[in-house]
């Protein structure tokens, strides 16, 4: 069985994670899970990043320690992973011991192959972001990630020699193009950072004490990048002086899931840090683009923030989930407003979706007592209906090989909308007036039960709970992605999967509610 090794980035635990946080580890669910029912022996890890300047500050303001800090958040983060019902396999922390020992060992040797020596570091700093820039990468005077102020700083620190491997870097980006998607991501380190020059890299502080502590030198604490990005080999068994059997099973990961915000640090930092360690570099790292609230990203200080548990709470897990996986493009960034939100929620997931599930059974039952098979008695235009579920697993596995969620997502619904259509061509209220076209009246339910049936397992790897409820309302348990002429249905008396919302009252109530 061939494996497949999905990462999210690691969620820092500066506060509760918002909707446009909590997209990430969604949409790596729904690729674990489609690479899971495709046959892969999948490991999907995720989890929090936990050390810095910046924890050390607000655990300092809320009178706690760092660790009490942190464990607080990461469980809070934890819970929302699987309140949206993510099928990690391991939730990392970069505080276990076990991290924590194997970045010391892993900093040693790097310092002993020369490519970590000491200096001193004087720049600007962005503490939110705990990253250094040189006068001309900010932005009007500003950070230019996040846009806050910048201050000067300046101290002892350890540097590690990013200049030394910018050829190689650049080799790898050569013979390797599909190593960053989107391509736009690719150009955009190339140009801004590489072209430039690389700059060697700030590794470790002593302004501050909440980090990893280089155990040969320990006023200095292991920057949180070096820090952090190591999570991906330390957790599946990486040591320096004998790796394990399970990270030379796993290594190296075939999917690294990062914001694009954060693409820099996983396209030219951690491959070059790689090289150093003699590490093969990841296969892919994919810089998705962020959720926004209207036109704006989501901050605190905006009032805008959305939360997942909140988003759950008003309208299901399975909603929440197929509007963050449908409505964000695969290079641009998308948008979220409760109003588009109940709109998705009403026009494709209760009318097109539930409708024809809702109607499809009830049809079983009250013509044929809930008991249909197939009576095998066509006409030309079933032909368009069947070649589309057909050609279904084939279309979808192409754009999920493209990472191309949403657009995997609307070949499921293009089906959907064909059995929708398909019904209106049959007439089978009309045909069920006819005793002789009960057999054509069976075949065409049938039809449109296969159509729902494959619909479903494709719905799995986005909408797991709405796959396994329509799954137990056609009572069968037939998982074959293409349509089988054979199958015996007795269904079961229809459930709602999807129920309209009134938007108007929806809205007033979330308003009251805030």
């Known amino acids: 069985m061939e494996k497949y090794y999905i990462t999210t980035a690691i969620a820092y635990t500066s506060g509760k994670p918002h909707i446009g946080n909590t997209y990430e580890i969604v949409l790596a669910d729904a690729i674990a899970r489609f690479k899971r029912q495709k046959g892969y022996d999948v490991y999907f890890q995720t989890g929090t990043d936990e050390h810095g300047e910046k924890i050390e500050l607000k655990a300092k303001e809320k009178g706690v320690t760092p660790k009490e800090f942190v464990d607080e958040v990461a469980q809070d983060i934890k819970r929302i992973w699987n309140i949206m019902n993510t099928s990690y396999d391991k939730f990392v922390r970069t505080t276990d011991p076990i991290h924590e020992r194997q970045v010391q060992k892993i900093f040693k040797k790097m310092y002993d192959k020369g490519d970590i020596y000491l200096g001193k570091y004087e720049g600007l700093y962005c503490t939110p972001c705990e990253s250094f820039f040189t006068e001309s990468q900010l932005v009007d005077g500003k950070c230019p990630d996040c846009g806050r102020e910048v201050k000067k700083a300046s101290e002892e620190a350890y540097f590690f020699k990013l200049s ?230 084939g279309k979808i596995e192409d754009r999920m090989d493209r990472l191309e969620i949403g657009a995997a997502i609307d070949e499921i619904f293009e089906v959907l909308r064909k059995s929708n259509k398909y019904i209106d061509d049959t007439t089978p209220w009309v045909l069920s007036k006819d005793e002789n076209s009960k057999d054509r009246l069976k075949t065409v339910i049938y039809n449109l039960l296969e159509a729902i049936r494959v619909c479903s397992i494709s719905l799995e790897p986005f909408l797991p709970s709405t796959a396994e409820e329509i799954k137990r309302q056609l009572n069968t348990s037939d998982i074959s992605p293409k349509y089988n002429q054979e199958n015996i249905y007795n269904t079961i008396t229809p459930m709602p999967l999807f129920v309209r919302i009134d938007k108007d009252a929806k809205l007033k109530g979330i308003e009251n509610k805030g």
């Not at 391509?183 to 980090?211: A, H, V, Y």
């Not at 006023?219 to 599946?236: F, R």
């Not at 690294?256 to 790292?285: A, E, N």
């Not at 049809?363 to 008991?371: I, P, R, S, V």
Request: proline letters at 6%; a negative charge; hydrophobic letters at 35%.
């Open 164 to 393: 030394k491997y910018q050829d190689r870097l650049v080799e790898y980006y050569n013979t390797h193009p599909d190593f960053i998607k989107p391509e736009s991501r690719k150009n955009e380190m190339i140009n801004n950072f590489i072209k430039p020059g690389l700059q060697d890299l700030c590794i470790s502080r002593t302004s501050f004490t909440w980090g990893i502590p280089v155990d040969f030198d320990p006023k200095h604490v292991v920057y949180v990048w070096l820090d952090a990005l190591t999570n991906y080999i330390t957790n599946i068994g990486y040591d320096v002086d004998n790796p394990s059997p399970e990270f030379k099973k796993l290594w190296p990961a075939d999917l690294h899931l990062v914001g694009k915000d954060i693409i820099r640090f996983h396209t030219i930092y951690w491959p070059c840090f790689l090289m150093s360690l003699d590490i093969p570099l990841p296969k892919q790292v994919f810089g998705h683009p962020w959720l926004l609230f209207g036109n704006d990203k989501m901050s605190k200080s905006k009032g805008n923030i959305m939360y997942a548990d909140d988003l759950v709470n008003y309208f299901g897990v399975d909603a929440v989930r197929y509007y963050v996986l449908h409505e964000i493009p695969y290079a641009n960034d998308g948008t979220i407003t409760y109003d588009t939100l109940i709109d998705k929620i009403n026009s494709d997931l209760a009318n097109i979706l539930g409708n024809l599930v809702n109607r499809t059974i009830s049809m079983a039952n009250k013509y044929f007592d809930g008991k249909v098979i197939n009576t095998k008695l066509t006409e030309s235009l079933d032909k368009d209906l069947l070649d589309s579920i057909d050609s279904l697993e």
